[in-house]
């Protein structure tokens, strides 16, 4: 299984990005995809997920109002749309998969991307 995270780049804030996260290797049938972020010397957290059906979605109430997840099953691919971002939404962001519900902890989850550089100045 590879995930390939891509649509990184330098913004200032207030501006956007589109990540988008494609996935290959296996069916991903009944999986949920979710993003994740690490900024420099701190741990990893939950940004975003969608279920298999794209029925379910959770923000983390850092991005709600801001960021939309959304997956296009029949590509395997699963976008993050970030909107009006903050400095403080500079991280690098994973894309990660696991079978079955979201869950909020990074362990819980199967495959991870490389991980995309994001970086949001004031």
């Known amino acids: 299984v590879q995930l390939q995270a891509s649509g990184g780049g330098s913004v200032q804030a207030g501006g956007s990005l589109r990540l988008s996260c494609a996935a290959s290797g296996r069916t991903f049938s009944g999986y949920t995809m979710s993003w994740f972020r690490q900024a420099p010397g701190k741990e990893r957290k939950f940004v975003a997920a969608?279920?298999?059906?794209?029925?379910?979605?959770y923000d983390a109430d850092s991005v709600k109002g801001r960021f939309t997840i959304s997956r296009d099953n029949a590509k395997n691919t699963v976008h993050l749309q970030m909107n009006n971002l903050k400095p403080e939404d500079t991280a690098v962001y994973y894309c990660?998969?696991?079978?079955?519900?979201?869950?909020?902890?990074?362990?819980?989850?199967?495959?991870w991307g490389q991980g995309t550089q994001v970086t949001v100045s004031s």
């Open positions: 990660a998969t696991r079978r079955g519900g979201t869950q909020f902890e990074p362990y819980r989850y199967d495959y």
């Open positions: 969608i279920n298999w059906s794209g029925g379910e979605r």
